[in-house]
């Protein structure tokens, strides 16, 4: 069950954080990889460590999501070293925190053209090759907070961009059903990356989630990864638009 073997997986913001680790996990089950990300020497460390372990082919591709030729000249080597795509992981990201008050054009657009229009450009790229072989899942790695409001930290962009991802995953989700294609979006709590370790290491933030985290406590390394294989899988055939929180019950209350 959850076997990938034989499938090509692409993953995008291979580089640090959620992106080695659900890179790695597809690598566990036997996919072949082309791992995307700007820092192209923490790809090459990471091949060849997936490689080591898990006898599997790995491709590093430095690729600037936010754009447009970088992502196409991406999809283009992808296809001409494995001659497919089966499963797409849309992990890149990034985001200027500020308030709606607070915050400047720049930031604004940064996050939104990181979080939200790469999102599109991978997808488009990839759905292009996968529809070829009329199979393909794409997982859209969304946020608790595209679903819900917070009080602890004012991110206005990172909201809306996440939210975005939500809805995007079910249109192209209804759009693409046809096709052998499903479009699913995984949306996590407070897991510990480099973006995030600073705050969640603030005594005051720990007290928040104690308070409003039914679990009391932040994601662990690994506790993403069954989501991401599951979806990944041939055994979510009729699994598509689903928006799934791994998030210790943030959302439920």
């Known amino acids: 069950m959850f076997d990938l073997h034989g499938r090509v997986a692409v993953v995008s913001g291979a580089s640090s954080g959620l992106g080695i680790q659900l890179a790695t996990a597809f690598a566990r089950q036997g996919a072949d990889l082309a791992i995307l990300a700007r820092r192209f020497e923490r790809l090459e460390e990471l091949s060849e460590k997936l490689k080591a372990e898990f006898n599997v082919k ?3 591709i430095q690729c600037d999501v936010t754009s447009t030729e970088s992502v196409n000249a991406a999809a283009e080597k992808v296809e001409a070293e494995y001659g497919r795509v089966d499963i797409l992981l849309n992990c890149a990201g990034s985001s200027k925190d500020k308030g709606v008050l607070e915050m400047a054009d720049d930031e604004w657009d940064f996050t939104i053209a990181t979080d939200e229009t790469s999102v599109f450009k991978m997808t ?3 759905a292009n090759i996968m529809q070829k072989n009329h199979y393909g899942r794409i997982i859209n790695i969304a946020s608790m907070y595209g679903l819900v ?3 602890e930290i004012h991110t206005v962009a990172y909201h809306a961009s996440k939210g975005a991802v939500v809805n995007f995953t079910r249109a192209v989700a209804a759009e693409l ?5 499903t479009c699913n979006a995984i949306c996590p709590g407070y897991f510990e990356t480099e973006l995030t370790k600073a705050v969640l290491d603030m005594e005051s933030f720990q007290q928040f989630a104690k308070t409003h ?11 993403l990864d069954a989501a991401a294989v599951f ?14 929180p791994v998030d210790g019950g943030y959302t439920c209350i």
């Open 58 to 60: 790995v491709l590093p």
């Open 124 to 126: 488009r790229a990839f």
């Open 149 to 151: 409001g917070n009080t």
């Open 177 to 181: 059903a046809t096709e052998g294609i």
């Open 213 to 223: 985290v039914p679990m009391q406590r932040y994601g662990k390394p690994g506790e």
């Open 231 to 244: 979806l990944a899988s041939e055994e979510s055939r009729y699994v598509t638009g689903v928006i799934l």
